[in-house]
C-alpha cells in the first residue's frame, strides 16, 4: 500500500529554511525526494483558518471561521474555534470515505478530537493537560503518549510570554518544541501500525519559538546552540 505523508510547518519562513537548509538536514532531504512548495496565507495571517482553508480547500467565508476565537451560536460568548465551526469537510473526512484511514498529528484547532478512521492527535490551543486530558482520537492514545513522555503532554508553555524575558522565554519555548517534535518519530510509530493509516498528515509549529526569537534574530544569522538542535 502506498503511504503519504504531509508535513505542514506552521508560522516557518520559507526564505530562512532555505538559508539554514545545511542545518536542517531532515528537511533538505524531504524537499529534495519529495513535493514541497510555499503556501501563502489567508489575510490577516492566522493559524487557525490558514490550516482549515488548507484542509478544506475552501476560504474563510465559506469554513465560517476568521482567527482563533468563535461566537458561540445565538449568544455573545466567545470560545476557540475549532473544527466542529468548519462549515466544510476536511479532505482526511473524504478520503475515510473512500476507505483512506488517515492519522492527523498537531494541526492546529483540532481540538476537541474528533473520530476519524485512523488517529488524531489534537493541535493547540488546548487546555492545560494536567494528566487526564483527551486530545487524541482513539482516547487510550492520550495516556500512551503522556507515558513515553514521562509527563502531561504540553501544547503549549505554561508560562505565560514575556518578551522582556528573552533569557527565560527562549529556552522555554524551544523545551515545548522539542516535546512535540519528540513522541511522533518514535512514540506514534508504533500506534498508526495498531491504527491502519494511508495518509499522515502532520504539523509541528516553529511559531512557537520563533516568535519569542524573531525579535533578536535577522536574516543575516544562522541557528546555533538550542535552536538548532531544535530545528533537527
Known sequence: ??????????????????????????LRRLI???TSGTLWSVIPPRSVPAWYCFATGMNRAKIGIFGFSQRRPGTCDYTFANLTFCRAPTFWQWLNQYGVCTAVIHMPGTFPPHPVDGAMVSGWPAPLNRGNLIYTYPPELSREVDRFLGQPFEFISPKGIERANEAEMLP???????????????????????WRWSSWPR???PATSSGSIWTRRTLNT???GRERSATR
Request: proline share 10%; hydrophobic share 35%.
Open 1 to 26: 500500500m502506498n503511504r503519504i505523508l504531509i508535513i505542514g510547518l506552521d508560522g516557518a519562513s520559507p526564505h530562512l529554511i532555505k538559508r539554514w537548509q545545511d542545518d536542517l538536514p531532515s
Open 32 to 34: 529534495a525526494e519529495g
Open 203 to 205: 504539523w509541528t509549529g
Open 172 to 194: 522555554e519555548r524551544l523545551r515545548i518544541v522539542q516535546c512535540t517534535a519528540t513522541w511522533p518519530s518514535t512514540s506514534c510509530a508504533p500506534a498508526p501500525g495498531r
Open 222 to 224: 544562522t541557528p546555533t
